[in-house]
């Protein structure tokens, strides 16, 4: 059997092939099947630097297909002010899981800024209620823009608060979103209070939300701690209130949770479920329109391996993208 090419996706073939859509319902798809037992626990791998860090994601994907999937993403957030250059960056690789061939290498920066927008509108269907219309935006870069168009597709918003430390910056977001009522707002806790979705993507290191302001029956995904050093919502929203992890181990480790833990406020018996539990029906998600729920997301691999699977696939069918032979 002769050996097959290598297809190589830049950033700007992946963004012609995943939409918004399509990603959430293959992370949604993904969550299931690790929730339904059909596949391994996916990996990490993390290193850091002064000035930023690097992670290897892995995750087995079974599709009819069976991939082998790594990621390694380079997350450097002062990058655009210091350098020009993106937080992001990476490779995503794909393999025949069955011969180890090398199928793909796919340019990681749009999978992971869609993968994780969808792993947020996958938890909002089972956690947030389902007449959610007002919305708080922390971090106004790409990420923030993903969740914003993530949460549109799966709950009716009305109305968007953009917050960023750099008011500048919240204030392009609102200008760049015609689709919704986006506001840029200085005043993060004024926002809160009147919010039914909460969503912090930054790169902080000490919370900003405080639980005191957070009304009863909202719905909040911490996204932007994904090192052990971050943190962005108040460790006491982790007492009493209902939390969903994408991953426990993960979250113990570098999430907003291990925070929380660190401080006294929960430990791994107080979670309610991984992510995965729920979708699969193993756990229940929102029970309640007074519950407050959290969902803490780190990034698992099993995200960057249903879309790059579904980008690859894609691609070959369409016709797009380099192939090369190493």
């Known amino acids: ?117 969808a792993a947020t509108a996958v938890a909002a269907r089972k956690l947030a209620r389902a007449d959610s219309r007002v919305l708080t935006v922390c971090g106004c870069g790409r990420q ?29 977001f609102a200008a760049q979103n015609k689709n919704v009522d986006v506001r840029a707002v200085e005043d993060v806790s004024a926002a809160v209070r009147s919010s039914d979705v909460i969503v912090t993507c930054t790169p902080a290191r000490k919370f900003f939300i405080s639980a005191a302001d957070v009304r009863p029956g909202t719905f909040i995904a911490a996204v932007g701690a994904d090192n052990e ?11 009493k209130n209902k939390v969903v992890v994408d991953s426990l181990p993960q979250c113990l480790k570098i999430g907003d949770l291990h925070h929380a833990v660190t401080e006294g406020f929960a430990s791994a018996e107080s979670v309610h479920a991984e ?12 029970t309640s329109k007074e519950e407050i729920t959290v ?6 691999a099993v995200e960057d391996a249903a879309a790059a699977a579904l980008v690859y696939e894609k691609a070959r069918h369409i016709g797009v993208g380099t192939k090369f032979s190493f």
């Open 144 to 172: 923030g823009q993903v969740q914003l168009q993530s949460l549109l597709h799966v709950l009716p918003i009305k109305v968007a608060y953009a917050y960023d430390i750099d008011p500048p910056a919240a204030q392009r």
């Open 295 to 300: 969902f803490d997301s780190t990034g698992i």
């Open 1 to 117: 059997m002769a050996k097959r090419e290598t297809l190589l996706l830049s950033a700007q073939d992946v963004r012609a092939l995943l939409t918004v859509p399509e990603c959430v319902t293959a992370v949604e798809a993904g969550f299931r099947a690790l929730g339904e037992g059909k596949l391994p626990p996916p990996e990490l791998l993390s290193l850091h630097s002064e000035f930023g860090g690097l992670h290897v994601k892995a995750a087995v994907w079974v599709n009819g297909s069976h991939y082998f999937v790594a990621k390694a993403n380079a997350n450097f957030p002062s990058n655009p002010k210091t350098h020009g250059l993106p937080t992001i960056q990476g490779v995503i690789i794909l393999c025949d899981a069955a011969t180890g061939e090398l199928l793909a290498l796919i340019d990681s920066i749009e999978i992971t800024a869609l993968r994780t927008g």
């Open 229 to 239: 050093h971050k943190q962005e919502i108040d460790p006491r929203l982790f007492i």
């Open 275 to 286: 992510l995965a539990d729920v979708v699969a029906g193993k756990a229940r998600g929102r």
